[in-house]
């Protein structure tokens, strides 16, 4: 089992930054493949980025150049910077993990593990 838990949420206006941090327990965390994951109002959870135990990474092109996904493994953390943020980018993210490695077009219910969900709002 691994638990995580996600923090860093808010309110930001259009164009503003935030940081979610995401705090993993439980097995090896160098194990997994990380994710951040986020379901906007009336929509299908969407992949947004990930990166894997060596520290590739990949992104959803909605967010690139944006968005900037990190881990550290010393300390179980994986972090999402997210930057010149959008309306569009209001959404519940969630941390996620899998023991699999990532690929292009991963799909978020391929992933095993979830934290509770942290709010992100963009205000135009």
């Known amino acids: 089992q691994v638990q995580l838990v996600e923090s860093g949420g808010g309110l930001v206006q259009a164009g503003g930054s935030l940081r979610l941090s995401c705090a993993a327990s439980g097995r090896t965390f160098s194990n997994y493949a990380m994710a951040w994951i986020r379901q906007g109002p009336g ?36 972090g999402l910077q997210m930057n010149s943020l959008k309306p569009e980018d209001t959404a519940v993210y969630y941390c996620a993990a899998r023991a699999s490695g990532l690929r292009v077009g991963v799909s978020p219910n391929e992933f095993n593990y979830w934290g509770q969900g942290t709010q992100v709002t963009v205000s135009s």
């Open 43 to 78: 929509k299908e959870r969407e992949f947004v980025a990930g990166i894997t135990w060596t520290g590739s990474k990949y992104y959803a092109d909605s967010v690139k150049g944006r968005f900037t996904i990190s881990r550290d493994n010393a300390k179980n953390t994986v």
